[in-house]
């Protein structure tokens, strides 16, 4: 594990994982074959190319709007997590256009990458759920694909995913940051639902404006032709 990752001190008294450049390298060998893996999904031989052209490049895409919006951050939370420029939307929108296989693909991906960016390991299961579970579910956007009003109904699902593994994560690995006088559970719940649910109102206000939904489904449109 050492050739990886170090165990270090976050400055708490908490003992994390910090990466090596082997762990760095190797990490980023998996994005991209997860990238690539995205473009090998097709619906039909005769689409199978021009489809796997436009998942790989709309995907490669939403990840890259995801990641920069994500440093846009409206509000921090003091214990990490905060209300960034709509970044969950993007992944949100690739399990809309094309499916839950390509979302999940997608926001594993994403987390990855995120990984990368700022990562905070104490143990695999802590990374398995803030990491590739929280932001892989994102793409269960996709469950609602072909339903009315799927893209609010599939982003809700998809940030309640990744809400409920947060939370979770929070519940078994971070109990000990709860204030003595609430419980671990309420104080993971309300601690993940306050910077999630602020940016799941703005983006659903943001997707409701008449210009922007028209522009979507335009995007949509574009992406599976």
């Given at each position: 594990m050492s050739f990886f990752a170090n165990l270090v001190d976050d400055g708490y008294g908490t003992m994390i994982y910090e990466l090596t450049t082997a762990g760095y390298v190797a990490l980023f060998a998996v994005l991209l074959i997860l990238v690539a893996a995205i473009g090998l999904i097709g619906k039909n031989k005769r689409q199978q190319h021009a489809i796997k052209t436009k998942q790989l490049v709309?995907?490669?895409?939403?990840?890259?709007?995801?990641?920069?919006?994500?440093?846009?951050?409206?509000?921090?939370?003091?214990?990490?997590?905060?209300?960034?420029?709509?970044?969950?939307?993007?992944?949100?929108?690739?399990?809309?256009?094309?499916?839950?296989?390509?979302?999940?693909?997608?926001?594993?991906?994403?987390?990855?990458?995120?990984?990368?960016?700022?990562?905070?390991?104490?143990?695999?299961?802590?990374?398995?759920?803030?990491?590739?579970?929280?932001?892989?579910?994102?793409?269960?956007?996709g469950l609602f694909s072909n339903k009315k009003h799927g893209l609010f109904l599939g982003y809700l699902v998809g940030v309640f995913g990744r809400f409920f593994c947060s939370a979770l994560s929070g519940i078994i690995f971070f109990a000990s940051y709860a204030p003595e006088t609430m419980h671990p559970v309420v104080y993971s719940v309300l601690y993940n639902a306050s910077y999630m649910g602020a940016e799941a109102l703005l983006t659903i206000v943001l997707m409701s404006i008449p210009p922007v939904k028209k522009a979507l489904q335009y995007v949509k449109q574009m992406s599976n032709n």
């Open positions: 709309f995907s490669a895409l939403a990840i890259a709007l995801a990641t920069v919006t994500s440093m846009l951050k409206l509000f921090d939370m003091p214990m990490g997590g905060s209300v960034t420029l709509f970044s969950m939307m993007f992944i949100c929108l690739i399990g809309y256009w094309y499916g839950v296989k390509v979302g999940l693909m997608t926001g594993v991906a994403y987390g990855l990458l995120q990984m990368l960016i700022d990562p905070y390991i104490m143990t695999l299961p802590q990374l398995l759920l803030d990491y590739i579970l929280a932001f892989g579910v994102l793409g269960l956007s």
